[in-house]
């Protein structure tokens, strides 16, 4: 475009430079035309000039336009990936704490589990029984009965007292009624460390732990070897507590 604009240019210079010589005064017509040449080719040379300059600042412009958007680009792109990052530390974060949540969730299901155990038999009432004893000489309870359908029964002692077992020890120990006078006078000798239980002794047929305050104890009684046909006794073989702290256990 360019290159064919120049000679366009300079013929119509040219031509309306002659017109105008021919009503011209003083000059003659061939250092007019002359000049009206020059001229027209100086025009033509600056618009070639501007032009190019133009086209120059066109495409240096045009370069720092791509440069921008490069630039651009690689700024949204540290952006994205930046986004993109945080996002993954977010989700990171998300699932650990999910985790973390499963578990505690796992944590307390296997914990409700486990306090759901040791509560259904008692909530059938004859499989798992409870008796008390506290800072003085006594049971709260002097009769227990098991429920022939179990073939095991559990007992729990709660001493719901403060002192310690060495002054207001407390246990619960599952005898023959017959025995029961025999068994307590021989738990006075076992000593603390056996639980005032006397070791070895056939007669003891299920005992828990010597306990003082606070504390708790359980045992198992095998229902398989008590008999329908005879009398069954608890006691607490604490020296001096038996002749006192004693009940019925009864299969019912
Ligand atoms: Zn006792």
Same mark, same amino acid.
């Not at 120049?6 to 003083?26: E, H, K």
């Not at 506290?134 to 009965?145: A, C, H, P, Q």
């Not at 104890?217 to 038996?242: K, N, Q, R």
């Given at each position: 475009m360019l290159t064919k604009n120049i000679p366009a240019f300079l013929v119509l210079a040219a031509s309306m430079t002659l017109v105008a010589c021919g009503s011209?005064? #003083?000059?003659?017509p061939s250092s007019a035309a002359a000049e009206a040449a020059t001229e027209a080719a100086n025009d033509a040379a600056d618009t070639v000039a501007e032009d190019a300059q133009d086209v120059v600042e066109d495409a240096a412009d045009a370069a720092t336009d791509a440069i921008d958007d490069a630039a651009d680009a690689v700024a949204d792109a540290a952006d994205d990936a930046a986004d993109a990052m945080a996002d993954a530390a977010d989700d990171m974060n998300d699932t650990m704490a999910d985790a973390e949540e499963t578990v505690s969730d796992m944590v307390d299901d296997a914990a409700a589990t486990v306090a759901g155990d040791s509560d259904a038999p008692a909530a059938s009432g004859d499989c798992a029984l409870t008796i008390e004893a506290g800072d003085?000489?006594?049971?709260?309870? #002097?009769s227990l009965t098991a429920a022939a359908s179990c073939s095991e029964v559990t007992v729990t002692l709660v001493h719901?007292?403060?002192?310690p077992k060495n002054a207001m020890g407390h246990n619960w120990v599952l005898v023959k009624k017959s025995d029961l006078d025999a068994v307590g006078a021989a738990g006075m000798t076992a000593g603390i460390d056996n639980s005032y239980v006397p070791v070895g002794?056939?007669?003891?047929?299920a005992a828990t732990q010597l306990i003082g305050g606070g504390e708790t104890s359980s045992t198992t009684v095998d229902?398989?070897?008590?008999?329908?046909?005879t009398e069954y006794a608890f006691i607490c073989t604490f020296p001096g507590h038996w002749s006192i702290m004693r009940g019925s256990f009864t299969i019912g």
């Amino acid at each position: 475009m360019l290159t064919k604009n120049i000679p366009a240019f300079l013929v119509l210079a040219a031509s309306m430079t002659l017109v105008a010589c021919g009503s011209g005064d #003083d000059a003659t017509p061939s250092s007019a035309a002359a000049e009206a040449a020059t001229e027209a080719a100086n025009d033509a040379a600056d618009t070639v000039a501007e032009d190019a300059q133009d086209v120059v600042e066109d495409a240096a412009d045009a370069a720092t336009d791509a440069i921008d958007d490069a630039a651009d680009a690689v700024a949204d792109a540290a952006d994205d990936a930046a986004d993109a990052m945080a996002d993954a530390a977010d989700d990171m974060n998300d699932t650990m704490a999910d985790a973390e949540e499963t578990v505690s969730d796992m944590v307390d299901d296997a914990a409700a589990t486990v306090a759901g155990d040791s509560d259904a038999p008692a909530a059938s009432g004859d499989c798992a029984l409870t008796i008390e004893a506290g800072d003085r000489l006594g049971y709260n309870t #002097d009769s227990l009965t098991a429920a022939a359908s179990c073939s095991e029964v559990t007992v729990t002692l709660v001493h719901t007292g403060k002192l310690p077992k060495n002054a207001m020890g407390h246990n619960w120990v599952l005898v023959k009624k017959s025995d029961l006078d025999a068994v307590g006078a021989a738990g006075m000798t076992a000593g603390i460390d056996n639980s005032y239980v006397p070791v070895g002794d056939d007669r003891i047929i299920a005992a828990t732990q010597l306990i003082g305050g606070g504390e708790t104890s359980s045992t198992t009684v095998d229902m398989s070897v008590l008999d329908a046909d005879t009398e069954y006794a608890f006691i607490c073989t604490f020296p001096g507590h038996w002749s006192i702290m004693r009940g019925s256990f009864t299969i019912g």
